[in-house]
């Protein structure tokens, strides 16, 4: 991904894409001190831009890392970089990490560094195929206690078993994978929050030891304007037996319907089609959702 031609926003100026390299003493590199985000653009509009840059900052804090801009500047230089690469419908990464300065755990007087890419990433997709539904493995990783880690921040480092439990899922031919959390209840998978519907009502875990998704968010605002009961709240995952739908959210993942998970299986139908259709509706600025949101 490093042989690209293009620009990053890179502590302030925009660099070659090839030249924006860092350190192998990085402290991040060594001790995962680093915070990002993934934001989505649509027909040239970024969207939820300043809770994305509100969420990067706060994950800065906290992580005992102080962000040297200002969420606007940095808002700005998000816009910069999409015009600079010439994009509209594209993925962007924000991240934010500790340099070379010093070697050790401690790590005082590194420097935060920021940097900002971007890529085409058009999100057309068939909604009859995507109604199909993925399938996920249950992992045998949990999502760690809020003691234990900070979990509430999108910090690099909580990652390490996010990779673990999607590279053993690709193994085995599944598309991603299902974490439950340090209590046994359903999490979430390694990169989007989840969702589950019976009769007529939406249920999803309560984010108390992982991310809160901004998509989440969104898509609960969506249901709710649909007249839609969601109640949040602890769940086991011998739950998942009774669950009619399930769908996951997140940037990347938008809105995709789940059709398996380990020995559960679900049939994506109502819910899932008319969430999926309204959130595209939304991030595409149609009038009628936004004003439902
Ligand atoms: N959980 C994890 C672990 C994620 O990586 C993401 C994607 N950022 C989400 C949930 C969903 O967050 P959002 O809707 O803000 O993209």
């Known amino acids: 991904f490093d042989n690209r031609d293009g620009f990053i926003w890179y502590n302030g100026e925009l660099k070659p894409w090839r030249e924006s390299t860092l350190h192998v003493l990085s402290h991040a590199v060594h001790y995962g001190s680093a915070v990002f985000e993934g934001e989505r653009c649509y027909n040239g509009k970024v969207f939820k831009l300043a ?29 910069e970089t999409l015009a600079a690469n010439n994009i509209t419908e594209g993925y962007i990464r924000r991240i ?11 790590a005082q007087t590194t420097r935060i560094n920021v940097a900002i890419a971007c890529w085409e990433w058009p999100s057309y ?30 910090a690099a480092g909580l990652y390490m078993i996010c990779t673990l439990s999607k590279h053993e899922a690709e193994r085995k031919g599944y598309a991603d994978a299902l974490m439950l959390d340090y209590r046994g209840q359903v999490a979430e998978a390694t990169g989007a929050n989840v969702f589950f519907i019976k009769d007529g009502k939406i249920h999803t875990p309560k984010p108390d030891c992982f991310l809160d998704g901004i998509t989440r968010r ?16 602890a769940i086991m995952p011998e739950e998942m037996a009774d669950f009619e739908e399930c769908f996951l959210t997140g940037t990347a993942a938008e809105v995709t319907p789940v059709a398996e998970i380990g020995q559960y299986k679900f049939t994506p139908a109502t819910v899932c089609k008319t969430l999926m259709e309204d959130y595209m509706a939304l991030v595409r600025g149609d009038k009628a959702a936004v004003a439902a949101e």
């Open 218 to 233: 969104t898509v609960i605002g969506l249901a709710k304007a649909r007249g839609y009961e969601v109640i949040e709240r």
């Open 51 to 79: 809770e994305h840059g509100e969420r990067l900052i706060k994950s800065g804090e906290i992580l005992d890392m102080k962000i040297p801009y200002g969420a606007k500047e940095l808002d700005d230089a998000v816009i």
């Open 125 to 154: 997709f068939k909604p009859e195929e995507r109604l199909k539904g993925i399938r996920l493995d249950l992992s045998k990783w949990a999502r760690p206690a809020p003691n234990t880690a900070p979990t509430n921040a999108k």
């Open 96 to 106: 934010a990490w500790r340099g070379s300065e010093m070697m050790g755990v401690s």
